[in-house]
């Protein structure tokens, strides 16, 4: 299996939560901004914590919590833009980011899953 950070799926959830971590770096409402770079550091650090476990499952299983975590991500995002924290261009990209990076993340699962078998 590859290293974690071979994964292209990582890179860009990695690159996406640094972004955001830049991007809230000046926002004021420290109880969102907390919630939300948690959630995106949670995606990159679920795939890492997965792929550094045996067995597959286990992999799977975390790989799984990253994708869970993805989608209270574009929760946090489509609030943040209602709320005026997050620019909607940026927001919106951030949104097609994460829904690409959870597609990512089934087809790596599914990948996983029939190797095992």
Same mark, same amino acid.
């Given at each position: 299996?590859?290293?974690?950070?071979?994964?292209?799926?990582?890179?860009?959830?990695?690159?996406?939560?640094?972004?955001?971590?830049?991007?809230?770096?000046?926002?004021?409402?420290?109880?969102?901004?907390?919630?939300?770079?948690?959630?995106?550091?949670?995606?990159?650090?679920?795939?890492?914590?997965?792929?550094?476990?045996?067995?597959? %499952? &286990?992999?799977?299983?975390?790989?799984?919590?990253?994708? +869970?975590?993805?989608?209270?991500? *574009? =929760? @946090?995002?489509?609030?943040?833009?209602?709320?005026?924290?997050?620019?909607?261009?940026?927001?919106?990209?951030?949104? %097609? &980011?994460?829904?690409?990076?959870?597609?990512?993340?089934? +087809?790596?699962?599914?990948?996983? *899953? =029939? @190797?095992?078998?």
């Amino acid at each position: 299996m590859a290293r974690f950070e071979d994964l292209a799926v990582w890179k860009r959830s990695a690159r996406l939560s640094a972004d955001l971590y830049k991007s809230l770096r000046d926002l004021k409402d420290f109880g969102f901004c907390d919630q939300i770079t948690r959630a995106g550091l949670s995606i990159p650090s679920n795939i890492a914590e997965g792929y550094e476990r045996e067995p597959a %499952k &286990e992999t799977t299983n975390f790989l799984n919590y990253a994708k +869970g975590s993805a989608g209270e991500f *574009r =929760t @946090q995002i489509y609030i943040g833009i209602d709320i005026g924290y997050i620019e909607r261009d940026t927001g919106m990209q951030w949104i %097609k &980011e994460a829904e690409e990076i959870s597609r990512m993340l089934h +087809g790596l699962m599914q990948t996983i *899953r =029939t @190797q095992k078998n």
